[in-house]
């Protein structure tokens, strides 16, 4: 009896007869679960870049310039609150736009990734925005870091400016290929809202899926743009700007980040309604 037990231990041992009993794990722990990673997966879920403006800014990782503007009519700080970004354009030429901005140097890849961009701005000017603006814009990486970085031929930009004769503002996108507009959005301005509307804090983002663009902003209906960027590679500038004969007016950024939200596989086509 002995005997023929062993025999079947040993025929179970060698054929791996699927009825017979496994022996136990040595170890003491199962074989661990393959996963399958999409082709379409979010390759982190930290931001790339996440700044609050709390701090100096490090001039490594920061340009700041000025344009058209003289000595001491213009500031960026960073303080507790933000960037705090103020401007006087008295005494400039009527066709001048005075310009103070501030890029992040590194180049981003936007035709390769799916990203997110979010910018806060507190809109602190409370009586005349005339001619003001500020926003976001998306530059190549060829491009120089001065003068005013929407007059570049390729280039988009998306910004709160300032509308009728008091502080109101519209939102506004535009996309610029080759110095030739070839989309803009103004939520229906000026036949729609023609006077603008108050603006105190406000989030914004835009999603860049390489092929089109998604404007996304609490408490107003998404907007999705049909074009991309028309460039592979870039970089991130916030700016604000004012025309001549302007008394001095504070805009303060207190958000922006980037988060790349997924690798664009080179056969993809992504819908921004699909985001």
Known sequence: MRHSALLGVLACAITACSGCPSPPDPLGSPAPDVVIVPAFAPPSLAPRLSEGFTKPLDPKLWTQWTHNLAALKSSAQTSSSGLNIELETYGRAAEEVSVVAVAWNP????????????????????????????????????????????????????????????????????????????????????????????????????????????????????????????????????????????????????????????????????SADGL
């Open 107 to 270: 180049v981003q890849d936007f035709l390769g990734e799916v990203v997110r961009l979010e910018f806060e701005l507190d809109w602190l000017e409370d009586s005349n925005a005339s001619y003001l603006s500020a926003g976001l814009a998306l530059v190549p990486e060829t491009a120089p870091l001065s003068g005013d970085p929407r007059d570049h031929a390729e280039v988009t930009h998306l910004s709160f400016i300032g509308a009728g004769m008091g502080a109101n503002v519209r939102r506004e996108l535009l996309v610029q290929r080759k110095g030739q507009e070839v989309f803009r959005d103004s939520e229906g301005w000026p036949e729609t809202g023609r006077d603008g509307r108050t603006l105190k804090t406000v989030r914004l983002s835009l999603t860049l899926t390489g092929s089109m663009m998604k404007i996304e902003e609490a408490g107003r209906p998404p907007v999705s743009v049909p074009v991309g960027l028309g460039f592979a590679r870039g970089r991130v500038v916030l700016y604000v700007a004012s025309h001549s004969n302007s008394m001095r007016r504070a805009l303060r950024f207190t958000h922006l980040e980037l988060r790349v939200l997924a690798a664009i596989p080179a056969t993809s086509e992504t």
